[in-house]
């Protein structure tokens, strides 16, 4: 089936079978490969994009049932510079192996776009669906306060 997409603020259309994800839309057929395909059941988060301005698993939701939709995924977030929540994660320390960081960075946008000064909790709140083996949070957590603070 055919699937048109805005992608990033480009029109972008792609062959998917009926029972392919967006996310491998993405990665194998517009190879966009910022989002990362982990657990494949909407748990880690690490496949973070925004459809139709709402943040979803892109795992969890059908390429044909995004048809016509728009979509932001990491690599649409920056431009030539990174975006702050990029920089900010990276000047903490909050960045290690990286798999994870994509869904992170989407999700921390997604809420500051939402609520330019949230809280330590509403921060927690808005990460909880990403997970990551490496930096504990502690150091992601103080990446977004410091942008939140400095703001």
């Known amino acids: ?8 603020g480009e029109a972008r259309a792609c062959d998917t ?3 392919e994800s967006l996310l491998f839309a ?5 190879h966009l490969t910022g989002s990362k395909g982990a657990c494949e059941q909407g748990e880690c988060g690490s496949c973070s994009v925004l459809l139709d301005g709402e943040l979803v698993c892109a795992c969890l939701v059908m390429a ?9 995924t990491v690599e649409g977030l920056g431009g030539p510079e990174l975006h702050p929540v990029q ?15 994509p869904g992170f960075v989407v ?8 609520n330019p ?3 330590s909790d509403e921060m927690r709140e808005a990460l909880a669906g990403n997970i990551c083996r490496c ?16 703001r």
Do not use: W
Not at 1 to 8: A, I, P, S, W, Y
Not at 64 to 72: K, N
């Open 1 to 8: 089936m055919r699937v048109q997409l805005t992608v990033n």
């Open 17 to 19: 079978k009926g029972s």
């Open 26 to 30: 993405l990665r194998d057929y517009l």
């Open 64 to 72: 044909v049932d995004a048809h016509g939709s728009e979509v932001v």
């Open 87 to 101: 920089k900010a994660l990276i000047d903490a320390g909050g960045v290690q192996c990286g798999f994870c960081t």
């Open 107 to 114: 999700a921390a946008a997604a809420l500051l776009d939402e």
């Open 117 to 119: 000064a949230p809280s």
């Open 135 to 150: 930096t504990g949070y502690g150091a992601i957590l103080r990446g977004l306060e410091t942008l939140v603070e400095g």
